[in-house]
């Protein structure tokens, strides 16, 4: 391993292990710690990448999870300062922990993967915790309606399979060789466009279902369903259930409305409650992701509330998941993960 790749691993474990820190202290990133880290780490990266000639594969990763941090933020399931860590991490980790270790351009997937797996683990590990030890059960589960699960997962399946048989088309190669990549955006756009509300109604649905039977019909894309695509659906299934019986199950919790503070996420039960009252500056009715973070106004707000006519003792607020430890505690495994390869290999 050269000397550069080990300058670059030690800022990327110091900028991890601080960021982790900070995030599960004061749920906050420092950009004192990530942005002088990014642009040491990116000039360091790039030089050595001219150097040996893959300079290409670097700036595409770069630009791949940078890409993916800001979607994640735009689509308000992080905040800011956890886009600009995995930016970090793109930008500080050495190109031979990645580079041909799957088909096609983005190899720095695999650290998405890692810090997926570690999400999911914590996130299982805490539903535990709450039902076993501290004897919560949760949110009832009876309160949801299945069919509207199963509404949720067919929209899914069939916007994921359209843009794989769109890919098989159109991007054919690109297709074939990037399949983690094609398999992330197909989740990401699974999960969110289902929620825009054009898609409740069938005739919107109903022509996708139908371009969906042409294409089967006129290629070869049932033989690929069959024989991989089928897995994506899958993964997605495994996904929305996990999301239903632990997240939404365990996602929240109650806090004295005394304690309420600037960054915390009412639950959208809370904030109904709230706008029976005529005390100024509370918060509007919450989408229960970043874009409902409370500001120091709207927590004084709140804290006048408690003592008006339709206040509570106590209020219902989203638990904090430390995206910036889950993406610090994967970045490291990978790490340490190509360190041992290498060195064993």
């Known amino acids: 391993m050269r000397p550069i790749d080990i300058c670059l691993i030690l800022i990327c474990l110091s900028v991890c292990i601080l960021s982790a820190i900070t995030d599960i202290r004061y749920e906050k990133i420092r950009n004192i710690i990530i942005l002088p880290a990014i642009s040491v780490a990116f000039i360091m990266n ?19 999870m940078s890409l993916f941090g800001l ?31 799957i088909h096609g351009w983005f190899g720095e997937i695999l650290v998405l993967i890692h810090i ?16 076993a030890v501290l004897k919560n059960k949760g ?27 769109l890919f098989w088309i159109l991007f054919y190669d690109f297709y074939i060789e990037n399949q983690y990549a094609v398999m992330l955006l197909n989740c990401i756009i699974a999960i969110k466009l289902p929620e825009i509300k054009i898609f409740n ?31 994506i659906l899958i993964i997605f299934l495994i996904f929305l259930i996990i999301r239903r019986l632990l997240v939404d199950r365990y996602n929240y919790k109650t806090v004295p409305t005394s304690e309420v503070k ?57 638990r904090y998941l430390p995206f910036g430890f889950f993406i610090s505690a994967g970045t490291i495994i990978f790490i340490v993960e190509s360190v041992v390869g290498i060195i064993c290999g």
């Open 139 to 165: 949110s009832p589960i009876g309160n949801y309606n299945i069919q509207k699960f199963l509404i949720a997962y067919l929209k899914g399946l069939i916007i994921i399979t359209l843009i794989n048989q």
């Open 46 to 64: 790039l030089i050595s990448s001219i150097i040996i000639g893959n300079w290409d594969i670097f700036l595409t990763n770069f630009c791949f």
């Open 71 to 101: 979607i994640l933020y735009g689509t308000h399931y992080m905040g800011a300062g956890d886009s600009k860590l995995l930016s970090c991490v793109a930008a500080a980790m050495p190109v031979c922990f990645y580079e041909n270790r």
């Open 262 to 318: 600037a960054g915390m996420l009412l639950s959208i039960q809370s904030t109904i409650l709230m706008s029976k009252s005529k005390v100024k500056g509370l918060p509007g009715i919450s989408t229960e992701d970043m874009r409902s973070r409370l500001t120091e106004e709207e927590a004084e707000s709140i804290h006048r509330w408690e003592k008006s006519k339709y206040g509570a003792k106590e209020v219902s607020v989203v």
């Open 201 to 231: 109604h069938l005739y919107v649905m109903i022509p996708l279902i139908v371009i969906e039977v042409i294409i089967l019909l006129a290629t070869d894309y049932g033989q690929r369903f069959i024989g991989s695509d089928y897995r």
């Open 116 to 131: 997926f797996v570690v999400c999911m683990i914590y996130i299982l590990g805490e539903s535990i915790y709450i039902r």
